[in-house]
């Protein structure tokens, strides 16, 4: 089993930064692709970015530019430096890891990022 636990969540102006970071616990070495998701009122869920333990990266159009996605593979452990943040990056942020061989997903419970008009 995989636990993920997001941490680092906050209220920022507009124009402000903010970084999270997503901590793996239990049979960590089974995960291959890590990411964020996030979820703001009365939308889906869509990605933020995603990265593959070998660095590949995909970003959502609305964060390309402004979020840099880091990941250690020693702990499969990531982080999101997020800058120039706008209203509309308002939404609870997931981390997500999966495995290709049991096609299992695992979601951390989310932690809120606010950024008022």
């Known amino acids: 089993q995989v636990q993920l636990m997001e941490s680092g969540g906050g209220l920022v102006q507009p124009g402000g930064s903010l970084r999270l970071s997503c901590a793996s616990s239990?049979?960590?070495?089974?995960?291959?692709?890590m990411g964020w998701y996030r979820e703001a009122p009365g939308k889906e869920r869509e990605l933020v970015v995603r990265?593959?333990?070998?660095?590949?990266?995909t970003y959502g159009d609305s964060v390309k530019g402004r979020f840099t996605i880091t990941r250690d593979n020693t702990k499969n452990t990531i982080s999101l430096q997020m800058s120039d943040l706008k209203p509309e990056d308002t939404a609870v942020y997931y981390c997500?890891?999966?495995?290709?061989?049991?096609?299992?997903?695992?979601w951390g419970r989310g932690t809120q990022v606010t950024v008022p008009s």
């Open positions: 990265i593959s333990a070998g660095g590949r990266t």
């Open positions: 997500r890891g999966d495995n290709r061989e049991t096609r299992e997903d695992y």
């Open positions: 239990g049979n960590i070495f089974s995960i291959d692709d």
